[in-house]
């Protein structure tokens, strides 16, 4: 009731797929929540690096990455066996309200479990904080 919540995994070999994939999920959002002040997240595997064109520009155009994807000058690691940063949290441009990232992480290290037996990607973690934006009537 209170917000969005979207999981994708786009296609690992094709760019003109993974367009074609983001157009759909850009095309679903805004149909059915275009008018929505709730929160939008969509979380995933991307796989695409952050300076590709999928995602700076088909997916920057309505969503805004909020999770971590540099250290430094150098891109994080969400996926080890390639060494990219293929794996993103986003949030839907939205006017309906603010958010703040409290903290935002790839979570390569978990005491007692080897995340490296876990999965072939890493956990990404983002702590956000929703306030509600009040339109005037």
């Given at each position: 009731?209170d917000f969005?919540?979207c999981?994708t995994?786009?296609?690992?070999?094709?760019?003109?797929?993974?367009?074609?994939q983001?157009?759909?999920?850009?095309?679903?959002?805004?149909?059915n929540?275009?008018?929505?002040e709730?929160?939008?997240?969509?979380?995933?595997?991307?796989?695409a690096?952050?300076s590709?064109?999928?995602i700076?520009?088909d997916?920057?155009?309505f969503?805004?990455?909020?999770?971590?994807?540099?250290?430094g000058?150098?891109?994080?690691?969400?996926?080890?066996?390639?060494?990219?940063c293929?794996?993103?949290?986003f949030?839907?441009?939205?006017?309906?309200f603010?958010y703040s990232?409290?903290?935002?992480?790839?979570?390569?290290?978990?005491?007692g479990?080897d995340?490296?037996?876990?999965?072939?990607?890493?956990?990404?973690?983002?702590?956000?904080?929703?306030?509600?934006e009040?339109?005037?009537f």
């Amino acid at each position: 009731d209170d917000f969005v919540f979207c999981v994708t995994h786009l296609d690992h070999n094709h760019r003109a797929n993974r367009r074609e994939q983001i157009g759909v999920i850009n095309d679903w959002i805004s149909n059915n929540y275009g008018d929505s002040e709730k929160p939008i997240i969509l979380v995933g595997d991307m796989n695409a690096i952050p300076s590709a064109p999928e995602i700076t520009g088909d997916l920057c155009t309505f969503w805004d990455i909020v999770s971590v994807t540099k250290e430094g000058n150098d891109y994080v690691v969400t996926y080890p066996g390639g060494s990219k940063c293929i794996d993103y949290i986003f949030i839907w441009k939205n006017d309906g309200f603010k958010y703040s990232v409290n903290a935002t992480e790839v979570c390569n290290t978990c005491p007692g479990v080897d995340v490296d037996l876990v999965s072939d990607h890493y956990p990404v973690y983002a702590d956000i904080t929703f306030t509600k934006e009040y339109k005037n009537f």
